[in-house]
C-alpha cells in the first residue's frame, strides 16, 4: 500500500488530498490551506487571481474519501465556473464549511504525477522515463557514449559492458547479449543481438536474430523492414 493511502487510513479526514510543490505551477488547480494547514479550497488556474495563482502548492488530482461523509455532497455541485463543469474539488469546499476539512499529503516524488496536456508536456514526460531507462542500464553496466541521443525502449533487455554509440534507436522486445558494439545511428527492432556482436554503424536490424560474434558491416540491413 503507498504510504499516501497509509496516512489517509490513519485519520479521521473524510478527505486526504494528495498536493505536490512545483516551481512552475502553471495550469494546475492551486491548493489553498487554512491557518492549520487544513484544505480550505482549489482553485483552478482560470478562476484563480493573482495572488491564487502565485501559490506554488498544486492539486494532483489524486483523492482518497471516506464515502459516507463526502457522498452527500456530490449532489450539490455546482457548473457555476469559468469551464462550465462540476469540479469534484469544490467537495472540499463543502467539507471546510461543514467543519470535517480534508487533510493534505504531500507526494515524495512531484514529478510523478506530471499532467500531459499538450504534446510538449507529452514529449517531457517521455523524456523522464526515457532517461530512466538509460540510466537503470548504466547502472547495470551498459555504456551509453551519448545517452541524450540514444533511445532505447522499456522492453529492451542488455547484457552488461555492452556499447551504445550516439543515435542508436532499441525498439519493441528487444535482447541484446553482453560485449555487444552497436555503432552510430543504428535501428534495432524486436530483435536479439547475440552475445559479442558487433553493428559498426547506421544499420538496420529487425525482427532477426544477429548471432554470437558476428560483425555487421557499416549501412547493412538485416531482416524484415
Known sequence: MRPEVESHHGHSAPATLLAAELEDPAGYGRVVLDREARVASIVEERDADDAVRAIKLVNTGVYCFRWPEAAPFLDRLSPDNAQGERYLTDVMVMLRDAQTPARMVHTADAIELTGINDRVQLA?????????????????GVTFLSPDTTLVDADVEIGPDTVLYPGVL????????????????SRIVDAHIGRGAELQGWNYVARTTVANGAILAPYLHQGAV
Open 170 to 185: 532499441i525498439e519493441g522486445a528487444c535482447s541484446i547479449g553482453g560485449e555487444v558494439v552497436i555503432g552510430p545511428f
Open 124 to 140: 517531457f514526460a517521455e523524456g523522464i522515463l526515457r532517461d530512466r531507462i538509460r540510466r537503470r542500464l548504466m547502472r547495470n
